[in-house]
């Protein structure tokens, strides 16, 4: 099995800054794509930025240019780094992996969750 633990949300200003962190841990062979996604009250999740393990990256439309993505493999870490944020931007964000664990198939992973909260 593979656990991810996030850190890093809180409440920020508009305009602020925020570091999301997501570290797996666990009996891990290997971890393909990690991402992160976020929900808001009564919304659908939804994708927030994705990023491969050779370093390709993607985000949404609505992030792009504020948000960054990028991973530590040798910490199996993923971060989330988020500046200008936006009370749309208001959400709990969750980290998500494809990992293979110890004599397991590729399976997709999520952690519990960090609240991210913008005030306008």
């Known amino acids: 099995q593979v656990q991810l633990v996030e850190s890093g949300g809180g409440l920020v200003q508009a305009g602020g800054s925020l570091r999301l962190s997501c570290a797996a841990s666990?009996?891990?062979?290997?971890?393909?794509?990690m991402g992160w996604y976020r929900q808001a009250p009564g919304k659908q999740r939804e994708l927030v930025a994705i990023?491969?393990?050779?370093?390709?990256?993607n985000y949404a439309d609505s992030v792009k240019g504020r948000f960054t993505i990028s991973r530590d493999n040798a910490k199996n870490t993923v971060y989330l780094q988020m500046t200008r944020l936006k009370p749309e931007d208001t959400a709990v964000y969750y980290c998500?992996?494809?990992?293979?664990?110890?004599?397991?198939?590729?399976?997709?992973?999520w952690g519990q969750g960090t609240q991210v909260t913008v005030s306008s």
């Open positions: 998500n992996c494809n990992a293979v664990a110890a004599f397991q198939s590729a399976s997709q992973y």
């Open positions: 990023i491969t393990s050779g370093g390709s990256t």
């Open positions: 666990g009996s891990i062979f290997s971890i393909n794509a």
